[in-house]
């Protein structure tokens, strides 16, 4: 079954740039499109965007500005940047696919900003 | 953007009862695209259901879901210990947002 885990830099200080990478097992990431979905403590779920396999992007207009989506098949992974991060920046980041809606996720990669 | 409104916050129940749990949009979900996910601590979101009322792979049939247009129920019909935990719904018809999640804790 499809595996995702997130990894990059666990703290961001503010106004940098948070890069956080997927790898996909056992899946192609040259099929579906592949989501960022965060949540900060103790609060719900917000989409971040996706990606598919030939780089179409959509991202969520509230973030649009900051945010950018790649992707790599031959690395079978996806990746994020969300620039000049602040304090409400920081959340657990998952990935997940997206096949309408996303049934599979990371566990999930808790970020803090700060500095 | 398509707003989820879910309710109760918190729905305090025994193992064995019946869990009805509300989701309403702002604007009609197109295809009856709502999916409801279930959330346990320190773990990620898990799919229940889809397309409104069809259980995702591997879920138990004590969860069902109904609802078109703006108003969308999740029922646990028996709850199980491990039922226990936060559920939110999710519309994919415009592009993606979540309700606020229902907490079902144990009475």
């Known amino acids: 079954q499809v595996q995702l885990r997130e990894s990059g830099p666990g703290l961001v200080k503010p106004s940098e740039t948070l890069s956080l990478t997927c790898t996909v097992s056992?899946?192609?990431?040259?099929?579906?499109?592949w989501a960022w979905i965060r949540q900060p403590a103790g609060k719900g779920l917000e989409w971040i965007g996706r990606i598919y396999a030939n780089g179409n992007t959509d991202y969520n207009p509230s973030l649009k500005s900051r945010v950018t989506m790649s992707i790599d098949t031959s690395e079978n992974q996806f990746s994020l940047k969300l620039t000049s991060v602040t304090a409400a920046d920081t959340a657990v980041y998952y990935c997940?696919?997206?096949?309408?809606?996303?049934?599979?996720w990371g566990q999930g990669a808790l970020v803090t900003v700060s500095s | 953007e398509i707003v989820l409104t879910q309710s109760p916050g918190t729905l305090s129940l025994s193992p064995g009862e019946r869990a009805t749990l509300s989701c309403r949009a702002s604007q009609s979900v197109s295809s009856r695209l709502l999916a409801w996910y279930q959330q346990k601590p320190g773990q990620a979101p898990r799919l229940l259901i889809y397309?409104?009322?069809n259980r995702a792979t591997g879920i138990p049939d004590r969860f069902s879901g109904s609802g078109s247009g703006t108003d969308f129920t999740l029922t646990i019909s028996r709850l199980e210990p491990e039922d226990f935990a936060v559920y939110y719904c999710?519309?994919?018809?415009?592009?993606?947002?979540f309700g606020p999640g229902t907490k079902v804790d144990i009475k």
């Open positions: 056992y899946g192609s990431v040259s099929s579906y499109y």
């Open positions: 997940a696919r997206e096949n309408w809606p996303f049934d599979y």
């Open positions: 397309g409104a009322s």
């Open positions: 999710q519309q994919y018809g415009s592009s993606f947002t």
